[in-house]
């Protein structure tokens, strides 16, 4: 097979439709608008209009709001935590900080900082450091002997 014998398989490409060329193309004259009317004409955007009734849109109530303070934290679980720590994908012995979380995989990217969570088995001895933990994680982790320091807590103190 030659580079000039490669062809598409049969029916993969569609001619495209040329709209308005003559009567014998099957689509000519009006083009497939119909005859008059606002919807025949060019530059027409009825996507929300209603012929002057109130839209749809504007008659139901607004509801909640963005808040452009919300801090998006990456969460980790204690439980998938222990599993990369037995894979050896983490290294108990150093202490774990927010870059060697992202380094392991465990965390894709750190956003607002990595919040530690509580669900799963912990029984590993480390060293935590991460920006923000809930209380059952941190006692989570001293009862498996380990230490875990947030960034929030430090701002507190």
């Given at each position: 097979?030659?580079?000039?014998?490669?062809?598409?398989?049969?029916?993969?490409?569609?001619?495209?439709?040329?709209?308005?060329?003559?009567?014998?193309?099957?689509?000519?004259?009006?083009?497939?608008?119909?005859?008059?009317?606002?919807?025949s004409?060019?530059?027409?955007?009825?996507?929300?209009?209603?012929?002057?009734?109130?839209p749809?849109?504007?008659?139901?109530?607004?509801?909640?709001?963005?808040?452009?303070?919300?801090?998006?934290?990456?969460?980790?679980?204690?439980?998938?935590?222990?599993?990369?720590?037995?894979?050896?994908?983490?290294?108990?012995?150093?202490?774990?900080?927010?870059?060697?979380?992202?380094?392991?995989?465990?965390?894709?990217?750190?956003?607002?900082?990595?919040?530690?969570?509580?669900?799963?088995?912990?029984?590993?001895?480390?060293d935590?450091?991460?920006?923000?933990?809930?209380?059952?994680?941190?006692?989570?982790?001293?009862?498996?002997?380990?230490?875990?320091?947030?960034?929030?807590?430090?701002?507190?103190?």
């Open positions: 097979m030659k580079l000039n014998e490669l062809r598409d398989n049969p029916g993969a490409t569609k001619k495209r439709k040329r709209i308005g060329r003559g009567p014998g193309s099957g689509t000519g004259k009006t083009g497939g608008r119909g005859i008059k009317g606002q919807k004409r060019s530059g027409v955007a009825l996507n929300g209009y209603e012929g002057g009734q109130m749809l849109y504007m008659r139901l109530p607004k509801r909640g709001f963005n808040n452009i303070n919300r801090k998006r934290h990456a969460v980790v679980n204690l439980g998938l935590l222990q599993k990369f720590i037995d894979a050896k994908k983490i290294d108990p012995k150093k202490p774990i900080t927010e870059e060697v979380l992202v380094e392991s995989g465990l965390v894709r990217r750190v956003r607002d900082g990595v919040r530690i969570l509580a669900k799963g088995e912990f029984k590993a001895k480390v935590l450091q991460v920006t923000g933990a809930s209380k059952s994680a941190v006692a989570a982790v001293e009862a498996a002997g380990g230490k875990l320091t947030t960034r929030q807590a430090d701002a507190a103190e």
